[in-house]
């Protein structure tokens, strides 16, 4: 099973900042890695999948990018509305498995 | 619009049973690779379950032998039937639709909470 490990476990931002989540795999996965949102007392919403397309109605601020075992979320300009858990997702291999997250918080 | 509604969680003990059940609109759960994924209190998200749209269905180890996955396309509903339910198993249950059978989940229902205590 591969092991996906993100960092860090919690970012602090202020709003209109860059926010830049890291992600990495145990062994290559390729670009087969998707990125959820995922805000309190809801399920996880697709943002990136491919490693680095965006998925319908994701605003242009959200860009993933990397392949392999190093990939990166990166929010070019922080809103209120992007404090969120981000959760990474390799699909390379059976069965997919998912990092432990990293909050994301308005400093 | 695609929709996924859970439901069918609640209190159970251990060795108890649980039909969970995830009632889809704006799309054919038949015609699409739909799973369970699994969130423990203040945890990360596990993959529980897969049907796929021929109805070969796969289980995380964790869950294999208790867990079946099922869906009924008159009703175009998932279902997730729990036995021998332990305590590990206490987490929000999410049905999630998987449009491209890439692996990847498009689409996400709210979940439902199951509790596994005595």
């Known amino acids: 099973e591969i092991v996906m490990t993100q960092s860090p476990a919690t970012l602090s931002v202020s709003p209109g900042e860059r926010a830049t989540l890291s992600c990495r795999a145990s062994q290559s996965v390729s670009v087969n890695l998707a990125w959820y949102q995922q805000k309190p007392g809801q399920g996880p919403r697709l943002l990136i999948y491919?490693?680095?397309t965006r998925a319908t109605g994701i605003p242009a601020r959200f860009s993933g990018s990397g392949s392999g075992t190093e990939f990166t979320l990166t929010i070019s300009s922080l809103q209120s509305e992007d404090l969120a858990i981000y959760y990474c997702q390799q699909y390379n291999n059976w069965p997919g498995t998912f990092g432990q997250g990293t909050k994301v918080e308005i400093k | 619009e695609v929709q996924l509604v859970e439901s069918g969680g609640g209190l159970i003990q251990p060795g108890g049973s649980l039909r969970l059940s995830c009632a889809a609109s704006?799309?054919?759960?038949?015609?699409?690779?739909m799973s369970w994924v699994r969130q423990a209190p203040g945890k990360g998200l596990e993959w529980v379950s897969v049907i796929y749209s021929d109805g070969t269905t796969y289980y995380a180890d964790s869950v294999k032998g208790r867990f079946t996955i099922s869906r009924d396309n008159s009703k175009n509903t998932l279902y997730l039937q729990m036995n021998s339910l332990r305590a590990e198993d206490t987490a929000v249950y999410y049905c999630?639709?998987?449009?491209?059978?890439?692996?990847?989940?498009?689409?996400w229902g709210q979940g439902t909470l199951v509790t596994v205590s005595s």
């Open positions: 999630a639709r998987d449009w491209s059978s890439s692996g990847w989940f498009d689409s």
């Open positions: 491919g490693a680095s």
């Open positions: 704006g799309f054919n759960v038949s015609n699409n690779y």
